[in-house]
């Protein structure tokens, strides 16, 4: 089975800084993309950072020059780094992968940011 497994959450103050990842298995083809989402309560899940196998990348105006994506496609593994958080940064952070026409979620992670 095709499992994606988010890490990295926690409690942060403003400023600070933290390291998400996500690992996806049971994936016999290469994955197209990976990505990053995130929901605060009462709103809509948005689309945070993504990248595509080739190394290109995309981002939210919200999070340039503050948030990093990167994938480790030997590992099937992606990273946000986020730095300079703030406050209205937090949410529950959601992995996507994508392998040709089907997407695979993970289960969330919490990202506090107070102050």
Same mark, same amino acid.
């Given at each position: ?34 990505g990053w989402f995130r929901q !605060?309560?009462? *709103? ?12 290109t990348t995309n981002y939210a105006?919200?999070? *340039? ?8 496609? !030997? *590992? ?9 958080? *703030? ?29």
């Amino acid at each position: 089975q095709i499992q994606v497994v988010e890490s990295g959450g926690g409690l942060v103050q403003s400023g600070g800084s933290l390291r998400l990842s996500c690992a996806a298995s049971g994936i016999g083809a290469s994955i197209d993309s990976m990505g990053w989402f995130r929901q !605060a309560p009462g *709103k809509q899940r948005k689309l945070v950072a993504d990248i595509v196998s080739s190394g290109t990348t995309n981002y939210a105006d919200s999070v *340039k020059g503050r948030f990093t994506i990167s994938r480790d496609n !030997a *590992k099937n593994t992606v990273y946000l780094q986020m730095n300079d958080l *703030k406050p209205e940064d937090t949410a529950v952070y959601y992995c996507c992968v994508d392998v040709h026409y089907n997407r695979y979620w993970g289960q969330g992670t919490q990202v506090t940011v107070s102050s």
